[in-house]
């Protein structure tokens, strides 16, 4: 029978070998791109004062990012992780050393937005997520998916003082084209993934147009794909804007370093965390107090007065609910959809991620640029989270497919 037979790349790359290199693409791809913010002076600096436009960078390039997930996602579901992330991982080498040498706001939007979005597309959690839910059965993905979130928040932590220090050291475009040689590594690494999948073996026999009407008719994929629009912007503003509100408010920009930092330390221990929950408990009520503690600890950091200490901890806590929304959200679609078309439909889903992450990273700038502060994106922050702790309540976590067993 098909659904016995494996494919001899399936074989030769077995879960342990596929966690490693997804978890270590994810902590290079994610690292780099937490270290972002920390460029945000320098490149103001460069191209006239005006935060907006390397904000303006940034919400582009999570947009590219963002609307290549479906596709991206497609073509690794057909041919496989290990091509895509392959050729992302040469497009991010490519767009980091580019943009040490840009002199005009196109073409920061080119080589920083294009080039870059692309490259995250196709080595981020769409395409690595699906190349581990082949391999590692139903009841244990929320945990596999967890460990390489986790590990790959482990990137965030260790990436941005290295990026803080190779300014430091080497100036922002020394550091751009330093962080251009992590590159290579993710397209090195991409080769452990397997290679091409079987045929839907795995969703029921589904066609990839039917799993799309199937998805498309479900509520509970609507509301999933609303409430990631909130992570998306709370994330990428907080990452983009959070070192610039706290020199505003005459803090040392290592504070601002050490802050991303710590949010991508205490993000691996959250990760980990609500993976493993994810497997036991009811993944939309756990997506619904993830966010609903969203809304809490903004709050409180809006109520105490700014100083070092409170940025600390704002960070630490934050960082614990950063990405936890990743295992359960992803965890979710594979659960209620399958593993077969987890790219393609996941991919959908990121593209709601990313469309806020666009709103989040251009907002903060434009109406830094008009007000002069960040408060009116603080509060909105807080009501969006509000309304996406809300949304996940209704959802149904039942499958609607009937998966074939994954090996492993």
Known sequence: MNSVKQP???????????????????ALSLGMRQSFGIFMPHVSELLGGSREVFSLAIALQNLIWGLAQPGVGMVADRYGARIVAGAGGMLYGLGLAATALV??????????????GLGLSATSFVVVLGAVARVVPQERRGLAFGVVTAVGSFGMFAVVPLGQGLVAGLGWQGAF????????????????????PTQASASGGLTLGQALRQAAGHRGYWLLNAGFFVCGFHVMFIATHLPSYLVDAGLPAAVGAMCLALIGLFNIIGSFTFGMLGDRLRKPLLLSGLYSGRVAVITVFMLLPLTAPVALIFSAVMGFLWLGTVPLTSGLVAQIFGARYMG???????????????????????????????????????????VAALLHLPISDKSVVSEAPQPG
Do not use: E
């Not at 002199?103 to 870059?116: Q, Y």
């Not at 330093?178 to 991409?190: H, N």
């Open 8 to 26: 001899k790349s399936l074989l030769r790359h077995g879960p342990a070998l596929v966690l490693v290199c997804a978890a270590g693409i994810v």
């Open 103 to 116: 002199s005009t706001a196109l073409a920061l939007n080119i080589n920083f937005g294009l080039l870059i």
């Open 177 to 196: 084209l330093a962080l251009s040689g992590f590159a290579v590594l993710m397209v090195l690494m991409a080769m452990g993934f397997p290679g091409a």
């Open 344 to 386: 393609s439909l996941f991919g959908i889903v990121f593209l709601s991620h990313q469309l806020g992450s666009f709103v989040g990273a251009w907002l903060g700038g434009r109406v830094y640029d008009v007000a002069g502060d960040y408060g009116a994106v603080w509060v909105l922050a807080i009501g969006l989270g509000a």
